[in-house]
């Protein structure tokens, strides 16, 4: 699992804990990933996060509803403009105070001929930064692409932080060995193994 995995893994855990004690507070999130193309499209990421807010609402919003009547059911996929609608609608819901999204490893989505699957991601992701009302908090795990940097690090309304370098390898090598000591498979193998385990996963991780 890459380091940026770990780390919006563990934010999410902390979310979903923060927000447990607080029945307004609603914790969603999408994890984009290479080897599968249901993880690689902005379609795939609103309906997940919508599906995720509607398990946490005692009443599903009329509109909604409505959607869903439209779309014989739920026998067809709705416009991405409708489902856009949908999760500014939650924003604005009086059901919830604050609401926290989570768009993990963007850079996984990959870019084909033209560019159009991250590029619809990134637009995705700065339309609901613009479009959000004050109660919507966005967080975005990224390697630093070109295109990705030049896309998101200029909006107003996002900061950046950097979680690369070597006291990221450090914590990454901890986290490596404390999993290789703890599991009880892991801990079976033989010193010259986990080294191999340890040094692989180094190697994969590159800072990240």
């Not at 919006?8 to 999408?30: C, G, L, N, Q, R």
């Not at 999760?87 to 009086?94: E, I, P």
């Amino acid at each position: 699992m890459p380091a940026l995995t770990w780390c919006s893994s563990t934010v999410i855990e902390h979310m979903k804990a923060y927000s447990s004690s607080k029945p307004k507070h609603a914790v969603a999130y999408f994890y984009f990933d290479f080897n599968d193309t249901e993880k690689q499209n902005a379609a795939n990421c609103v309906s997940s996060l919508i599906a995720q807010l509607c398990n946490q609402v005692a009443d599903l919003p009329e509109k909604l509803k409505d959607l869903y009547k439209r779309c014989s059911n739920g026998n067809q996929k709705p416009p991405i403009h409708d489902l856009k609608e949908m999760l500014s609608l939650f924003a604005r819901s009086k059901e919830f105070d604050d609401v926290f999204i989570i768009f993990d490893a963007v850079d996984e989505c990959p870019k084909n001929e033209r560019g159009e699957l991250r590029s619809e991601v990134l637009e995705l992701i700065i339309e609901i930064n613009n479009q959000s009302s004050s109660n919507m908090h966005l967080l975005i795990t990224s390697r630093p692409e070109q295109d990705i940097k030049e896309k998101l690090m200029d909006l107003p309304t996002l900061g950046s932080l950097s979680i690369q370098g070597s006291q990221v390898d450090s914590d990454i090598q901890r986290y490596i060995g404390s999993q290789l000591s703890i599991d009880p498979k892991l801990n079976k193998l033989s010193i010259d193994v986990k080294a191999t385990i340890e040094k692989t996963l180094m190697e994969g991780a590159d800072g990240m």
